[in-house]
């Protein structure tokens, strides 16, 4: 159980165009979803956390126009990439936590964003 | 603002050897602390995950403790394998914020 998937696993686009990755809940409600990225060796760093129905909370440093996050139901959210430029080029990875559950994230597979 | 750090940052030891991980955290008001293991290019796979009430869990060759009043948790893992070789994150969210914090991640090459 508590199974997080990812769409795409990896993109590549060319730099100005827009990219959106899904992050789906597929054996549980989420009324919370967390996107973070990744660069190369290091940790991951938290964007900005969703919440179903709501608008999304960005972290300090990261520009909410440029990472559209929609959250529309309670088991899907996604981030989208707009106007993308080389230095977006990361690892994307989203979590999911379980309605009421203990605090436990689960993570997807991730998707790697390489943008020319 | 929690600060979560692992030592070391890479690790290498050869098969069958018994390690220790290490992380340290410096808010204790913690809901729970999370272990994780990523390999390269990759997503996160949970490992354990300790509630603030507990001092220790086991899955197999795997045990993690938690100290809160020292702000430390360990991973142990009993005779290590080459299939153990990966970057291994602990991670904290806090009191009033589930936000996780992520520690800064040890590698780990188990060498055959």
């Known amino acids: 159980g508590a199974v997080v998937s990812q769409h795409p696993s990896w993109v590549i686009c060319k730099s100005g165009t827009s990219v959106k990755i899904e992050c789906r809940s597929l054996?549980?409600?989420?009324?919370?979803m967390f996107w973070y990225r990744q660069f190369p060796k290091q940790s991951l760093m938290l964007m900005a956390t969703?919440?179903?129905?709501?608008?999304?909370?960005?972290e300090q440093g990261v520009e909410k126009d440029k990472f559209l996050i929609n959250h529309a139901s309670l088991t899907l959210s996604t981030l989208t990439v707009t106007s993308a430029h080389p230095e977006d080029s990361s690892f994307y990875i989203c979590?999911?936590?379980?309605?009421?559950?203990?605090?436990?994230?689960?993570f997807g597979p991730g998707t790697r964003l390489t943008v020319t | 603002k929690q600060e979560v750090t692992q030592i070391p940052a890479a690790l290498s030891v050869p098969e069958g050897e018994n390690l220790v991980l290490n992380c340290s955290f410096t808010?204790?008001?913690?809901?729970?602390l999370q272990w994780f293991r990523q390999d390269p290019g990759k997503g996160l796979t949970s490992l354990l995950l300790?509630?603030?009430?507990?001092r220790e869990q086991t899955s197999g060759r795997l045990n993690a403790s938690l100290d809160k009043s020292s702000g430390r948790s360990t991973l142990y893992i009993a005779a290590s394998q080459p299939g153990d070789s990966a970057t291994y994150l602990c991670?904290?969210?806090?009191?009033?914020?589930?936000?996780?914090?992520f520690g800064t991640g040890t590698r780990l090459t188990i060498i055959p």
């Open positions: 979590s999911a936590r379980v309605s009421g559950g203990r605090y436990e994230q689960y």
């Open positions: 054996d549980f409600q989420a009324t919370t």
């Open positions: 969703s919440n179903e129905g709501s608008k999304a909370t960005y």
């Open positions: 808010d204790s008001a913690i809901y729970n």
């Open positions: 300790i509630q603030s009430s507990q």
């Open positions: 991670a904290a969210p806090n009191f009033g914020n589930e936000k996780l914090t």
